[in-house]
Structures are given as structure tokens and as C-alpha cells.
């Protein structure tokens, strides 16, 4: 894990070199860049091991070129935001960033999380179990691939392996922590809400379809058939 490439994405200069003094102490390569266009450019010519992403960026800010890496490439992304806002997080969630940090951050934690989410993407796939059909859903683990009432549905990464997870425990209550942990990784730095955002995006795929997942009040969440 160290020695991987790290791409920093930030228009301000002390934020960059902090960041990069921490990361490269810990044996990580670096290069960053101040504008979204050079973040692109460097993903597609450096393909770096994971991008810690600002937010707020000159032109092309950072909730676009979130957009558009996630629309090509699995690459994990650390958004930072200056402000502690909700908001800000479930959009860049919703976009498919691995986590988020509030400005200013520690450091040493942004250290810890990159360390975190490059141990979770190293880790050796669980093995491929055959097609989970749940009335009119069928979940194919081997390929990838979900249809919805004959349909095929896109689905993003975390989005597909936490409809798997709970296609696999259907029936039965998952808390969010438990979630998190068989999802995104007991190491994951990020808050219950992100379960939140992922199962909003679920429904919407499934609406219309034999197969739903309930808000159990105060416990989690469970996927259930009609």
C-alpha cells in the first residue's frame, strides 16, 4: 500500500503541501494539481491508486469531475469540503466518493482513511455465489449485473454490493453498523449516513418492482418480497 500513487485536488497551496508532507512521511507518492480539467487529465495519465478531491474547484469543481471519473473508473475518492454541511456530503455520496472530510482536517486522519479505503479495494473479491432471483429481481454476482422486472438497472459499485448484501440476509433486520462493516469494511471512517443515501438510491431502482427494503424503526433496514 505505501509507495502507491496518491492524486491531491486543491487550489489551495498549504492544504496541498500538508497533505502531501503526511502522506509521502508515510511512504506514498504524490502529485496534485488546482483545477477539476487536471484532475481528469492525470486520472486518464497517471492512474493513481485514489484522489482526495476539493470541492470547491476553480471551473470545474469537484461534485463534476467526481461525476465524470465515477462514469469510467472505480478510482476511490476522498472528497473534502469547507464546509460541515450535510448537504455537501450526500451529494458527494450520491456521486459515488468512497468518503469526505470537513476543512480544516487532521492530517493524520486523512493519512488513516486513505490507508483505510486502499486496504478495503485491495482486499480479494468474496467468491462468486450464482444468481440470487427475488421475484421479479435477479441479482447475478459473477457478472455484475441486476435486472428489475425484466429490465437491466445500473447500479454503482457500493450500490450493487450493498443490494447484495441484504438480498443475501433477506428477511432479516441489518442494522446500519452492521452494514457498514459487511459493505464498505470495519475500517470504514464514514458516518451511518452514508447507508442512508445508498438505500435511497436502491428504492428508486427498485420502485415499481416485487422486491422492496423497509425502514425498521430504530434497528435498520431489511429486504423484503410482495
Not at 486518464?44 to 470541492?55: E, G, Q, R
Not at 450493487?160 to 464498505?184: H, K, M, P, S, Y
Not at 445508498?198 to 429486504?223: C, D, F, N, P
Amino acid at each position: 500500500m505505501p509507495g502507491e500513487l496518491i492524486l491531491l485536488v486543491d487550489d489551495e497551496p498549504n492544504i496541498v503541501e500538508l497533505a502531501k508532507m503526511y502522506l509521502e512521511k508515510e511512504g506514498f507518492r504524490t502529485i496534485s494539481v488546482g483545477d477539476g480539467q487536471s484532475a481528469l487529465d492525470r486520472v486518464d495519465k497517471d492512474n493513481p491508486a485514489l484522489m482526495v478531491l476539493d470541492l470547491m474547484l476553480p471551473a470545474l469543481d469537484g461534485y463534476e469531475v467526481c461525476r465524470r471519473v465515477r462514469a469510467k473508473s472505480d478510482l476511490p475518492i476522498i472528497m473534502l469540503t469547507a464546509r460541515d454541511e450535510d448537504i455537501d456530503k450526500i451529494i458527494g455520496l450520491e456521486l459515488g466518493a468512497d468518503d469526505y472530510m470537513t476543512k480544516p482536517f487532521n492530517p493524520r486522519e486523512l493519512v488513516a482513511r486513505v490507508k483505510a479505503i486502499l486496504r478495503r479495494a485491495e482486499r480479494a473479491p468474496r467468491p462468486q455465489a450464482a444468481p440470487l432471483h427475488l421475484a421479479d429481481v435477479t441479482i447475478d454476482p459473477a457478472r455484475r449485473e441486476v435486472t428489475v422486472a425484466g429490465k437491466p438497472a445500473t447500479l454503482r459499485t457500493k450500490e450493487f454490493d450493498l443490494l447484495q448484501t441484504l438480498a443475501e440476509n433477506r428477511g432479516i433486520v441489518l442494522t446500519r453498523e452492521q452494514l457498514l462493516n459487511l459493505v464498505w469494511g470495519f475500517d470504514f471512517y464514514g458516518q451511518t449516513r452514508t447507508v442512508d443515501v445508498h438505500i435511497a438510491h436502491l428504492r428508486k431502482i427498485l420502485a415499481g418492482s416485487q422486491v422492496s427494503i423497509e425502514t425498521v424503526t430504530g434497528v435498520g433496514y431489511k429486504l423484503v418480497t410482495t
